[in-house]
């Protein structure tokens, strides 16, 4: 079991930055967190995902360039830096951890454990 917490959202204008952080009870080596968020509505969207041991990185098309994922081993801690936000990334921002495997990271359903959330709202 791995319990998750996110934190850092908030409420920002456009344009601005925001720094969330996903600390985990624990990690395993060869294990993923990622990044998903969600709005009413709509399916939990992908963002970036990053391996625990290699600290390989994957990014969604939509964020690619202006999001920017990384981790502390030593704070099992698990960073989304989010720049030039715009009105559209408003929602409701989770981290996610799966296990050692070769499913695809994208997927939520992929996923075996989940933060509780945190919200990001961008005013225009």
């Known amino acids: 079991q791995v319990q998750l917490v996110e934190s850092g959202g908030g409420l920002v204008q456009a344009g601005a930055s925001l720094k969330l952080s996903c600390t985990a009870s624990r990690r395993t080596s060869g294990s993923y967190i990622g990044w998903f968020r969600q709005t009413p509505g709509k399916d939990r969207e992908f963002l970036s995902a990053i391996s625990w041991s290699d600290g390989i990185t994957y990014y969604a098309d939509s964020v690619k360039g202006r999001f920017t994922i990384s981790r502390d081993n030593a704070k099992i801690t698990v960073y989304l830096q989010m720049n030039s936000l715009k009105p559209d990334d408003t929602a409701v921002y989770y981290c996610?951890?799966?296990?050692?495997?070769?499913?695809?990271?994208?997927?939520?359903?992929?996923?075996?454990?989940w933060g509780h959330g945190t919200q990001v709202t961008v005013s225009s």
């Open positions: 996610a951890a799966r296990d050692p495997g070769a499913a695809n990271l994208r997927r939520p359903n992929n996923y075996d454990y």
